[in-house]
């Protein structure tokens, strides 16, 4: 069974940077992302997850206005893996970061999250 792993995560000081990565781990092969927009989500304490970034297959990205011009979304199918390069972290950005498609219904169930923390 394919589950999603989130890494890279940490304790970074504001105006840091951190590097997570997506993987799909148990994949017999590479390309299971193809065809799906993946998306990085975040979800903060006491609030509901909310979509950050997403990245269509060929290589089309958009972000929400809160990350948009500090955070880069990327992707590389052939390793079933996703990157999210976060640049100028802010307290603000404290949460635990999550991938998966964006999609309604999702064939991947939730990984655990990886989290972020910014001090402030």
């Known amino acids: 069974q394919v589950q999603l792993v989130e890494s890279g995560g940490g304790l970074v000081q504001a105006g840091g940077s951190l590097r997570l990565s997506c993987a799909a781990s148990?994949?017999?092969?590479?390309?299971?992302?193809?065809?799906?927009?993946m998306g990085w989500y975040r979800q903060a304490p006491g609030k509901q997850r909310e979509l950050i970034a997403r990245i269509t297959s060929d290589g089309s990205s958009m972000y929400s206005g809160s990350v948009r011009g500090r955070f880069i979304i990327s992707r590389d199918d052939a390793k079933n893996t996703m990157y999210l390069q976060m640049n100028s972290l802010k307290p603000e950005d404290t949460a635990v970061y999550y991938c998966?498609?964006?999609?309604?219904?999702?064939?991947?169930?939730w990984g655990q999250g990886t989290q972020v923390t910014v001090p402030s």
């Open positions: 998966n498609a964006v999609i309604d219904y999702s064939p991947w169930q």
């Open positions: 148990g994949a017999a092969s590479g390309g299971i992302f193809s065809g799906y927009v």
